[in-house]
């Protein structure tokens, strides 16, 4: 098994399904015999079938999280993330406490089994890029033929991983890619559609998604006084930059050559102001090596009902441009940069549209 990576930050999240009658899935126990005594060798073969299906990694882990839940004996399932240094909280919702020499084990690939107040093994599988899979079982501790199975499946998610991983992600700086960004847009383009009817906040502004699209100003330039080399090292930066700024469902894009996308997760204008204007300043104060200074222009654009993904693009890129043309190293929004609000240029979302 690989060796996990730790992420940063200090606290562990866990994400999962607790199973039983008031849960999402109903619990199908086995009986004591075990897994292989219980399921025949074509029920193992349908839920390798309904893992591989997936071509999204947050659904792969629900699929994954579902179909442990069904072939092995447990009360329930959860993803956990590998908190940074230093001792770690008790794992929700099993109630267990994770030591600090508990994951070292875990950050060495060992698995480890642990019991909650009630005397049930909880039971952690690490895998790669600092993921671990928490099952909390039945009995006392975790039946070898279950570990083995676990830990199968595990190595089949894992390798599911990595492809989905390496079609959505761009090679030179290891943010989503292109391809990724014009499906994750377009979800969220139609997740817009019912925002009218959401609950309003109490000063009477919904949140929104907003598209933040900037590329390097001059880059070109320093591509020809310093080399491509040192231009693809300014590109690498700005992508560590932006994992460093934006965490949890923010999310950062290459978007071509030295342009780059961040789709922000739901927030107010004030919000989105903030971080784009905080990204702006972040790299303006970075230091790039030989480079010296670079900035960065960007334009913003709200996700509206109505509005297609190729819509909120042009809006956004014509920010981006206003942004250019007013002296670069500015961030400019779509109703600033003299566009009024989008509607005007909104067409049915049903239509088709050419990317």
């Not at 999402?24 to 893992?51: C, K, Y």
């Not at 997760?265 to 702006?280: F, H, K, Q």
Request: glycine share 10%; with cysteine; net charge negative.
């Amino acid at each position: 098994m690989e060796r996990p990576v730790a992420t940063d930050g200090g606290l562990g999240r866990l994400n999962g399904i607790k199973f039983g009658p008031s849960g999402p899935l109903q619990n199908r126990h086995l009986p004591s015999g075990g897994f292989m005594a219980a399921h025949s060798v074509r029920t193992v073969l349908e839920a390798v079938a309904e893992v591989s299906a997936e071509r999204d990694l947050d659904a792969l882990r629900g699929s994954l999280l579902q179909t442990t839940a069904e072939v092995l004996d447990c009360d329930g399932a959860a993803f956990w993330e590998l908190p940074g240094e230093g001792a770690a909280p008790a794992l929700p919702p099993f109630g267990v406490a994770v030591t600090a020499p508990t994951l070292e084990q875990l950050r060495a690939g060992s698995a480890v089994d642990l019991h909650d107040a009630d005397g049930a093994c909880v039971s952690l599988f690490p895998l790669a890029r600092g993921e671990v899979l928490a099952i909390r079982t039945c009995g006392d501790a975790t039946r070898p033929d279950d570990a083995r199975v676990a830990q199968a499946m595990l190595r089949l998610y894992a390798n599911f991983a990595d492809l989905i991983a390496a079609s959505e992600q761009d090679r030179l700086t290891g943010l989503f890619n292109r391809r990724s960004f014009d499906a994750q847009l377009a979800r969220a383009a139609e997740a817009c559609l019912p925002a009218a009817l959401r609950e309003r906040r109490g000063d009477g502004e919904t949140a929104g998604r907003w598209l933040v699209l900037f590329d390097v100003d001059h880059f070109k330039r320093i591509n020809d006084r310093f080399g491509h080399l040192y231009g693809d090292e300014v590109l690498l930066l700005l992508a560590q930059l932006l994992r460093r700024r934006f965490r949890g469902d923010d999310r950062c894009f290459r978007y071509g050559g030295e342009e780059f996308a961040v789709l922000l997760a739901p927030t107010e204008e004030a919000g989105a102001r903030a971080a784009a204007e905080r990204l702006r300043r972040d790299v303006e104060s970075q230091s790039f090596a030989r480079v010296g200074q670079v900035t960065i222009s960007l334009g913003v654009a709200r996700l509206r009902p109505g509005l297609g993904p190729t819509d909120v693009i042009d809006l956004a890129d014509r920010a981006l441009y206003e942004a250019k043309h007013g002296g670069r190293n500015r961030c400019v929004f779509a109703g600033d940069a003299g566009d009024g609000d989008a509607p005007a240029m909104a067409r049915s979302f049903g239509e088709v549209e050419l990317f």
